[in-house]
């Protein structure tokens, strides 16, 4: 177990809804980052959030968006859902920044499985 | 441009042997991260073990030990004495610059 929570464990959907993933980092780490896992792109990195501010962003797209609460949980909002955006989506922790260095090690919580219908 | 390469879509190892499982990264950075994950079949990612790029020694963590080659831009796992419970996708990582890549993953199954 990471310490990393995230609800729900499943979520089946239509297309064209909208979808709000929730993640608890580890007791104490301020870093939280979220990723998508597919068959066809494989694991790639979406977006990291430092103590409520969006911090680096990677292939996120304009229908998704995230925050970060004060009490350091995060969502990830999926909206106009389409059947490509079925995936494993994964929130993982850490301490630090990550900043440029990006040399925090990541722990991952279970992940949510989408299914777009 | 592929910022992390994993050239092994599946291994075999023997119960009790030794594997080796390759990763190449491609970055200009002179300060960076490699990092090994698991993810069984069960789904979530396992974090095994990281490599910074200005440490000396290989970095090992029990069974698992990085051979990590920075020259060649190589950052090897080393999995000792295989065990069952090993089968699953191993993740080579990498940062770069203020993004997170992950590498294709490589099936490993032990065989008894």
């Known amino acids: 177990d990471s310490g990393v929570t995230q609800t729900p464990k499943h979520l089946i959907t239509a297309t064209g809804q909208r979808v709000t993933l929730r993640c608890s980092p580890r007791s104490g780490d301020l870093s939280v980052y979220w990723y998508q896992q597919s068959l066809d792109q494989g694991l790639q990195f979406l977006i990291q959030y430092y103590n409520g501010e969006e911090r680096a962003k990677g292939n996120i797209l304009e229908r998704f968006s995230a925050q970060q609460f004060p009490d350091l949980h995060s969502e990830l909002n999926l909206s106009s859902l389409e059947l490509g955006d079925s995936a494993l989506y994964f929130c993982?922790?850490?301490?630090?920044?990550?900043?440029?260095?990006?040399?925090?090690?990541?722990?991952f919580g279970p992940g949510t499985r989408l299914t777009v219908l | 441009a592929q910022k992390i390469t994993q050239t092994q879509p599946g291994m075999f190892v023997q119960e009790k042997e030794a594997v080796t499982l390759d990763c190449t990264y491609d970055?200009?950075?002179?300060?960076?991260?490699l990092f090994w994950y698991k993810q069984p079949s069960s789904g979530e990612m396992i974090f095994l073990i990281y490599?910074?790029?200005?440490?000396?020694q290989n970095a090992t963590e029990g069974r698992y030990s990085l051979n990590f080659q920075k020259a060649r831009k190589s950052a090897n796992l080393v999995i000792s004495a295989s065990q069952l419970g090993d089968s699953a996708m191993y993740f080579c990582a990498t940062s770069h610059g203020n993004q997170f890549y992950f590498g294709t993953g490589t099936s490993l199954t032990v065989i008894p």
């Open positions: 993982a922790s850490s301490p630090g920044t990550g900043g440029l260095a990006f040399t925090d090690t990541q722990y």
């Open positions: 490599q910074g790029s200005y440490d000396e």
């Open positions: 970055t200009s950075d002179q300060s960076y991260g």
